[in-house]
């Protein structure tokens, strides 16, 4: 089969398109022919080893241990291993696997939902890592509740386009953060308000919110807490490259300054143990149109390389998506 591999860290020029062995299902874990797979953030982090942090988290310190690449995918079941009862040789599944960048990949049981019907495989790989990021800040975190003043920062990019839809689906009053280009993408996705960050900078209007979601968030801590009401809550959700410190300083410093009053503010970690529960959650806002992936590019598997440069260049708006 053909895959995206690579043989040591570095930038989207590590990248090759190679025949390798078709992967084998092991206890637990299903095999899916790939229909379409989606870049994230984490993809090219885990590409070029940065932070190091990744590489002692089992990535290999000096090159990587697995030469795959890709997380998000949709297609459908090609095997299951031994102990799988939830998907059958046929079935139409999303979610999130091992090297999706290739035909066929290999993703746990536990982490795979079935494709909603009328939704195409390549919305579907747009949706797991991104929207079940902005559905655990907003939900888990972040505790969001009918009718209150939740504000997206990072709004285009793929966590915001599926934070500003899942909050309006809960119910709040929604005001997106986001470039001039961006704006009237914003409203079409049901923004309540929307805040040109080239002309204003909301950390310093008297508005206040109930929550702030911040995707890659870049401002002080302290200004996101005095931009909150009295019980208001801050989560940051992604951070980029030479955004690590501030989201480190979001899941070292919050705890801290939570404790200081009833404002909360904290970074998010994702929690794979839900992973497939909230696939079926985003499932069901899917079928009922309340959430639709925005995709903003589409590349071959042959054109990784060039889509996961373009995903570095920080200007995406909503998903960029691979079709296999």
Same mark, same amino acid.
């Given at each position: 089969m053909k895959a995206i591999v690579r043989t040591r860290y570095g930038s989207p020029d590590v990248l090759q398109l190679q025949e390798v062995e078709k992967?084998?299902?092991?206890?637990?874990?299903?095999?899916?022919?790939?229909?379409?797979?989606?870049?994230?953030?984490?993809?090219?982090?885990?590409?070029?080893?940065?932070?190091?942090?990744?590489?002692?988290?089992?990535?290999?310190?000096?090159?990587p241990k697995d030469p795959r690449l890709g997380v998000d995918l949709a297609g459908r079941v090609e095997g299951v291993g031994a102990n799988v009862t939830q998907f059958q040789v046929g079935d139409d599944v999303?979610?999130?696997?091992?090297?999706?960048?290739?035909?066929?990949?290999?993703?746990?049981?536990?982490?795979?939902?079935?494709?909603?019907?009328?939704?195409?495989?390549?919305?579907?790989?747009?949706?797991?890592?991104?929207?079940?990021?902005? +559905?655990?800040? /907003?939900?888990?975190? *972040?505790? #969001?509740? =009918?009718?209150?003043?939740?504000?997206?920062?990072?709004?285009?990019?793929?966590?915001?386009?599926?934070?500003?839809?899942i909050a309006k689906a809960f119910g709040a009053e929604v005001t997106a953060v986001c470039s001039t280009r961006n704006v009237d993408q914003a409203h079409t996705l049901g923004a309540d308000h929307v805040i040109d960050y080239t002309q204003e900078d909301f950390t310093k209007q008297r508005q206040r919110y109930d929550l702030i979601v911040a995707v890659s968030g870049y401002h002080p801590i302290s200004a996101y807490r005095r931009t909150l009401r009295s019980s208001g809550r801050y989560v940051m959700v992604g951070a980029?490259?030479?955004?690590?410190?501030?989201?480190?300083?979001?899941?070292?410093?919050?705890?801290?300054?939570?404790?200081?009053?009833?404002?909360?503010?904290?970074?998010?970690?994702?929690?794979?143990?839900?992973?497939?529960?909230?696939?079926?959650? +985003?499932?069901? /806002?899917?079928?009922? *149109?309340? #959430?639709? =992936?925005?995709i903003e590019r589409r590349y071959a598997l042959s054109e990784t390389t060039e889509a996961i440069r373009y995903l570095e260049e920080g200007h995406a708006r909503g998903k960029i998506v691979i079709t296999v």
């Open positions: 992967p084998v299902p092991k206890v637990g874990e299903v095999l899916v022919q790939v229909h379409a797979a989606s870049v994230n953030t984490l993809d090219w982090h885990v590409m070029r080893g940065q932070p190091f942090l990744l590489r002692t988290m089992g990535g290999g310190l000096s090159k999303f979610g999130m696997g091992r090297g999706a960048f290739a035909e066929f990949a290999c993703a746990a049981e536990n982490r795979l939902a079935l494709k909603p019907t009328d939704l195409s495989y390549e919305a579907a790989a747009a949706v797991p890592i991104a929207a079940v990021t902005a +559905l655990q800040g /907003l939900r888990d975190k *972040g505790h #969001v509740r =009918p009718a209150e003043q939740v504000l997206i920062q990072g709004a285009s990019g793929g966590v915001g386009t599926f934070a500003v839809q980029s490259s030479h955004l690590f410190q501030a989201l480190f300083q979001a899941l070292l410093l919050g705890p801290v300054m939570s404790r200081m009053g009833s404002k909360k503010v904290g970074g998010l970690l994702s929690n794979p143990s839900q992973h497939q529960q909230d696939l079926a959650f +985003l499932k069901e /806002l899917l079928e009922y *149109g309340k #959430v639709m =992936p925005v």
